[in-house]
């Protein structure tokens, strides 16, 4: 009996061997299957159009094998790659740089973070974390730490709570941020890119996100950290070090000028990447979605390359000629009485153009706009190449004439207090001002006088009367010199006259 049981469990022990080596050869031809289909998949992808390379005189861009990839200058949003940047696509973790934006503009570095229940165990336990435990707590920064270099998703949802209060009004704050910022292809539902059908964004959309996240210094020094060691503390009783992911970060695949960035993976969403890199006062934006590592990182160089190598920058106030007004005396303050003056408009010295390198500011065309709401700026030229923006300028009022040109809004009578706060500001100006540059209450106006101007215009008058003193005195002293010559002619013919009569007499 003892034999049979014991043959029949052997039987089921190699049955079961068998069964696992079949499963086991089986799900390894699956996956074997699945890269294939992976790669071909990355293959048909990079034979998507690119719209940029559509532009007239465009350099023609790289071809990647992201589904989507945009190439963009950081500070002025001109875009010089373009793969499908409008397509709305699953951002994964790089989610996490519109949650550390709002992390910044919304709390103080040394706040503390606490850990509730929610934030720990609404996400998935073998996702990216960095082990906290609900009751634990750490400041804001090294929470900013946790989730651009460790990628940590219960420190999203821990800073979502920090920041709103719960999850859920901070999701309500990510899309309403992200739409002040001119996104239209988002929608977010999580704080940390776990995958859903809802939570999508576009490469354009993230670019304008990543081109504010990129403005905050902090930001691109927490970004761009390769490695950050988590000390033990009274609320945190963990001693830990997180490597970030980003190789262009670590330096695995070293390239020059990185500023910052952000990885990004789900099975859905594959490799997804943000970075930012300058050379030569370029500073760019690369966003890579639905990679296949780690092609990722080797596209996001050859888009640098290409941004870096092909294009220039050219600045505005040193080329525009069309709108060059600073020669022009009608547009002229004076600074001091000896007339040294600056102009009343100018075009900001900090707007340039970006453009390919085979072309100049005269291939540009321009239009200006007078309808802007900006402070200090009376207009704005906007710059094209083939249709394309290449760059704006601002025509702005300088510090010195906005003291000048002062205009009174007509106010409400009604509103009594910011009428007399505006009656006691007035009384005080009178007061401090000198009595002789004072008028009367219905014109309080300042006379300015040039007077290098005045001094030219008396030099001149004074050079008009000594041109005609001068041709006075030749006009008089031509017409003595005639006198003078008469009188000698006739005192010489009364000479020989009286000689004459000598002459005929006879001694």
């Known amino acids: 009996m003892y034999f049979i049981h014991r043959k029949k469990f052997l039987s089921r022990f190699i049955l079961t061997i068998f069964l696992c080596a ?21 293959e048909a992808r990079k034979l998507l159009p690119v719209q940029s390379d559509e532009i007239e005189n465009w350099p023609t861009g790289p071809q990647i094998t992201a589904q989507a990839a945009i190439l963009m200058d950081a500070n002025t949003g001109i875009i010089l790659y373009a793969k499908n940047i409008h397509e709305k696509l699953y951002p994964a973790s790089t989610t996490k740089i519109l949650t550390s934006l709002l992390a910044i503009e919304n709390g103080n570095l040394d706040d503390i973070v606490s850990f509730s229940h929610e934030a720990v165990f609404s996400v998935p336990g073998d996702g990216s974390n960095m082990g906290m435990d609900e009751g634990e707590s750490i400041t804001l920064e090294e929470a900013l730490y946790g989730i651009m270099v460790a990628s940590a998703n219960e420190v999203s949802n821990a800073v979502a709570e920090y920041v709103s209060g719960s999850i859920s009004d901070f999701i309500e704050l990510m899309n309403t941020r992200a739409a002040q910022l001119g996104c239209t292809d988002s929608h977010f539902t999580n704080t940390n890119g776990l995958f859903d059908e809802n939570h999508y964004t576009s490469a354009y959309d993230l670019a304008l996100i990543s081109s504010v996240f990129f403005q905050n210094e902090m930001l691109c020094k927490i970004s761009n950290t390769p490695r950050y060691h988590f ?17 262009l970060i670590t330096g695995e695949m070293p390239y020059e000028g990185i500023v910052g960035g952000k990885t990004g993976y789900t099975d859905q969403s594959r490799q997804t990447l943000v970075t930012c890199a300058e050379q030569n006062g370029m500073k760019l934006i690369c966003v890579v979605f639905k990679e296949e590592s780690p092609n990722q990182f080797t596209d996001t160089i050859e888009l640098f390359n290409y941004g870096f190598q092909n294009f220039q920058i050219l600045n505005v106030a040193e080329n525009e000629q069309k709108f060059n007004i600073e020669n022009v005396n009608f547009f002229q303050a004076d600074n001091d009485i000896f007339g040294n003056s600056k102009p009343i408009l100018s075009i900001d010295t900090d707007s340039y153009v970006i ?42 009022l300088s510090e010195y004439a906005k ?15 910011t009428d007399n706060n505006d009656a006691e500001k007035l009384d005080k100006k009178e007061t401090a001002a000198p009595a002789s540059s004072k008028q009367s209450n219905e014109d309080d106006g300042t006379i300015f006088i040039n007077v290098k101007n005045v001094l030219i ?22 017409s003595n010199s005639k006198r003078r010559k008469n009188r000698v002619n006739r005192k010489k013919h009364r000479r020989e006259r009286i000689r004459s009569n000598f002459d005929d007499f006879d001694f």
């Open 403 to 417: 003291t000048i040109y002062q205009f009174e809004t007509v106010k409400n009578s009604s509103d009594s207090n």
């Open 457 to 478: 215009g008396l030099l001149i008058f004074a050079a008009f009367f000594i041109c005609l003193f001068i041709i006075r005195a030749l006009i008089i002293n031509n």
């Open 22 to 42: 079949f499963l086991f050869h089986v799900h390894a031809l699956t996956a074997h299957a699945t890269l294939d289909e992976l790669a071909a998949e990355a």
């Open 231 to 247: 000390e033990a503390s009274a609320t945190q009783p963990d001693d830990f070090y997180k490597k970030n992911k980003h190789l």
């Open 355 to 396: 453009v390919p390198n085979m072309a100049s500011f005269s291939d540009l065309n321009s239009t200006i706009d007078y309808d802007i709401a900006e402070e200090n700026h009376v207009a704005q030229i906007d710059y094209t190449y083939n249709d394309t923006y290449v760059g704006s300028a601002y025509v702005n």
